[in-house]
């Protein structure tokens, strides 16, 4: 067994001044938009290293049983406690859960912060340094630092820029910004009131029972930074790959590539015009996606794929992919979560 430690936080942090949200309306207007095609493909295709892995849930149980095993040194006063933590695709990490003081630059620091010193970290963690919690939980370092609001912004696969992480920092005067809704049963994630989507400024027949959080607790449709590609129920997905395949005539298919059923050959083009795609909320705001957060290279000779999966699952997830170049904003406060294109 290779020994792999990590500290789950490394990332570029800020702390600023408290904020109130802004409540910014973004009307869909634009039926499409442009991709440049040569400028995509410089990017890195990380994002096709992760696949649905074979270990089905008993075995990825019985292994995560076994790696604990391991680690129980001879010397019981060695430790205090181990943790293992699995992830839905497969991926799973075990180590030492320790308490540190974390440090936030010149910001101050802030003692007993719980985490996890990892020494078997398996699956699709790309060669990251670490996982940082920011969810719900209490376990997460929002929660553990008593955060009312923080933000991210997820800078594009091939930059040589950091991601920035900022906590109670006031969002882009021109956010899209929108409930975050609670599930009683589940406090880890954050999720939206999704009423539909739209390809070329025409809303998508998708019935809004597919996006809703059940009273059980299942269903509904979180944001996730830690999911690469957007997650939609079939039924969804299939309406909306479908709309867009509608609007994408004039551009040469190719086969399916990886999770992806829909592509593209885009070798011999520098840009093309390829219909926009957006969000639709609960309280009608509406949030239009960047072409190169949608149809993505998986390739250096210039296939694109249209970078959304069906899931069987009754929750869906808005992905990374669909995050890069967007500052998100949550303001945990008050419930609510801001987007803005364009502000890493």
Known sequence: MAFNPFIFVVLTVSLLPSFTLSRTLLSETTTHTN?????????????????????????????LEEEVQTLTYPNA???????QVSYGDGSF?????VTETLSFGNSG?????ALGCGHDNEGLFVGAAGLLGLGGGPLSLTSQTKASSFSYCLVDRDSGRSSTLEFNSAPPADSVTTNLLKNSKLDTFYYVGLTGMSVGGQAVSIPTSLFQLDASGNGGIIVDSGT??????????????????KLT???PSTSGVALFDTCYDLSSQRSVK?????FQFSDGKSLQLPAKNYL???????TFCFAFAPTTSSLSIVGNVQQQGTRVSFDLANSKVAFSSNKC
């Open 274 to 278: 390829v219909p926009t795609v957006s």
């Open 109 to 113: 620091s802030i003692n007993t912060i």
């Open 35 to 63: 991709l440049d095609v040569s400028a995509s493909l410089q990017q890195t295709q990380a994002v096709l290293n992760f696949g649905p892995q074979t270990l089905n849930s008993l075995d990825q149980q019985q292994q």
């Open 77 to 83: 006063s060695y430790f205090s406690c181990l943790y």
């Open 228 to 245: 690469a590609i957007t997650r939609l129920q079939t039924q969804a997905y299939n309406s909306l790959r479908d709309a867009f395949v």
């Open 93 to 97: 990490t075990v180590g030492d859960f």
């Open 249 to 251: 005539q004039h551009l």
């Open 296 to 302: 993505i290279p998986v390739d250096s000779s210039g």
